[in-house]
């Protein structure tokens, strides 16, 4: 038995699509940029012994990670969720 999304049953999927892909682009491009500020600055804020300022771009810089690390790999994981649901 073939389980398969029907992805043409909605109208307007392939707009749909374009416009979540943009979406995922759009967040990769800032969790990059807000990685490299926030390293910038923790690396700043350490070496002049400003430790809240540091601790707060580590937090940042860990947390644009964790987002561009999610947003690259939502793509890969939903492929992988709809060939699993096939061989079910």
């Known amino acids: 038995?073939?389980?398969f999304p029907d992805f043409g049953g909605v109208g307007g999927a392939g707009d749909l699509k374009a416009v979540i892909g943009a979406l995922l682009t759009f967040v990769l491009i800032i969790?990059?940029?807000?990685?490299i500020i926030c390293a910038i600055t923790w690396a700043?804020?350490?070496a002049n012994?400003?430790?809240g300022a540091a601790s707060k771009a580590r937090i940042?810089?860990?947390t644009s990670l964790g987002a561009a690390i999610l947003?690259?790999?939502a793509v890969t994981w939903v492929n992988w969720l709809i060939n699993l649901g096939s061989t079910l």
């Open 1 to 3: 038995m073939d389980v």
């Open 31 to 35: 969790a990059v940029l807000m990685l």
């Open 44 to 46: 700043i804020a350490t």
């Open 49 to 51: 012994g400003h430790h």
């Open 60 to 62: 940042g810089a860990w």
């Open 71 to 73: 947003a690259g790999g």
